[in-house]
């Protein structure tokens, strides 16, 4: 069994994140201490802000549903927060290691004819630690076959990617991400286009990351989804919403907040901001 | 025994084509995972853009220097190093593709190196830096392709990992923390040195064929990067023998009957290829059971 999948996650985070984590030791998985802050952020392209002013904080284990509707900025927030976009304004604050995030992009951009196994695509997961050079040790080897077992595709490991379907390419991509041992995972629309059953199998890979105390955010669109199997929400129109237990941020109210928001964004003539 | 008379007498008897033969198999170390690459990062054309862009420099040194190899290997190495650098500056600057870039740069390349040669040179001239006199390699020519072929072995080995990664999946590459432009800086440097080296045996047109043919016929036999990379290998050393004795034998130009050759490998994989082969696709085989 892979280290991964059973072990803390503190303990399995690259290395500089347990030496800052120490200091709050012990950490239980429900333990509040935060994991990100978002600090008045706000991102925007050629100086129209997506992310507008948005503050708040993830508690360590949490597992949150980013919603919103189209163009409310949800693949724009995760890609910062990853530290693939510069912040505007404001800031976006860890108490991990920047290194210690792994994110799942809604397009991935990969050529599905390319001659890999599954097992080559999940090794890839552990490029942290092995790098460009370094030879895989029996124990991360270990750990990707386990990992692939676990998002039910055990003995497809040899199985050319070029085969796969999209759902089960998909739970490749959760192996990998599963592999790389991340503190905090961030996940946007990885239900899109993807079959039920696949998708039952994935929330269930999802939970398990919680269970180990790893943070998960994922962008999402069914609502009922949301409701049904992620504790916190947080709804975003460019602007903060609401933020909180799913049920109580998807009000009816909030929903139409958000909905009203959005129908705003068309006015082209926008004023400098002032906040 | 004829078919050692066949085959071996010719390297026997004569020192040319033994030089011949040992250029050719030196490049096809290198020139194999350089074309699979090639093939796997859908640059098959690239290669030969790039072949083009070596003209001017090669055409410059010429100038200069006359015939000489370090002066032309020098001149194209330096120029086609540019145009790569350039076409790829290009396509993130301006709205062109890489590709798009590249093939402006080298059709001005190709028309500016043989306006050089011509101010000087005769057509025969010409005809050597395109095409090569793999039966007149010198000491310094094999020199230079064992130097080129030892450092690509090399320095293929250290970018490997990020060269797939960066071909399968940049997005994760950047996201982890690899250095996905720096190895395809150092590729494309790669394919640059390997075909300003063939150029005195090959030719700059001809050394291409030696890249891509066998990479893309090993490409229909496998889905394994290893494999393909050995079976590339492998093609173009057969090839080398093959277009040599043939060549010697016919009495025909070795460069053509070498590329030929690896043609021939080509075709055969396109229709048997066991991935993706033209065979398999439209003889029906009845279906299994699950």
Known sequence: MGRGLVGNPVEAAPRRAVQQEDRRQPVSPLSQAEVLRLADVTIAYDRHPVVHHIGGAFAQGSLTALVGPNGAGKSTLLKAVAGLLPVTAGEIRFTIDRRAIAYLPQVVDVDRSFPLRVIDVVDFGHWRKIGALRRLSREERASSVAAIASVGLAGLEHQPIGKLSVGQFQRVLFARLMVQEAALILLDEPFNAIDQKTTADLMDVVRGWRAQGRTVIAALHDLEQVKRDFPDALLMARELVAWGPARQTLSDDNLARARALAASWSDPAAAICAR | ?290
Request: hydrophobic residues 60%; aromatic residues 8%.
């Open chain 2, 1 to 290: 025994m004829p078919l050692y008379d066949f085959i071996v007498q010719p390297f026997l008897e004569f020192g040319f084509m033994r030089r011949a033969l040992v250029a050719c198999l030196a490049l096809s170390v290198s020139a194999g995972p350089i074309g699979v690459f090639l093939v796997l990062r859908r640059m098959s054309l690239m290669g030969d853009a790039m072949s083009h862009a070596i003209l001017p420099g090669a055409a410059i040194g010429f100038l200069v220097a006359g015939l000489s190899l370090w002066a032309m290997s020098l001149g194209g190495l330096i120029v086609a190093l540019f145009v790569a650098l350039a076409a790829g500056a290009m396509s993130r600057v301006t709205p062109l593709k890489e590709d798009a870039a590249l093939a402006g740069f080298f059709l001005i390349s190709l028309a500016m190196g043989v306006l050089l040669v011509s101010l000087k040179g005769s057509s025969v001239d010409l005809l050597h830096i395109l095409f090569g006199t793999l039966l007149a390699v010198s000491n310094s020519a094999l020199l230079l392709i064992a130097a080129a072929s030892t450092i690509t072995v090399i320095a293929l080995a250290l970018i490997y990992r990020t060269l797939i990664l960066e071909c399968f999946d940049p997005g994760f590459l950047r996201a982890v923390g690899g250095k996905g432009g720096l190895a395809h800086a150092i590729f494309l440097a790669l394919v640059v040195l390997n075909m300003v080296a063939a150029m005195q045996a090959l030719g700059t047109l001809m050394a291409i064929g030696l890249m891509m043919l066998p990479a893309t016929a090993a490409r229909l036999w496998t889905i394994s990067i290893g494999r393909m990379i050995g079976l590339a290998i492998l093609i173009a050393m057969l090839s080398s023998l093959a277009g040599l004795i043939i060549s010697y034998h016919a009495n025909l130009p070795s460069g053509p009957a070498v590329i030929l050759s690896a043609g021939f490998f080509y075709l055969l994989s396109l229709a048997a290829g066991s991935n993706g082969g033209l065979l398999r696709r439209y003889i029906r085989r009845p279906h299994l059971e699950h």
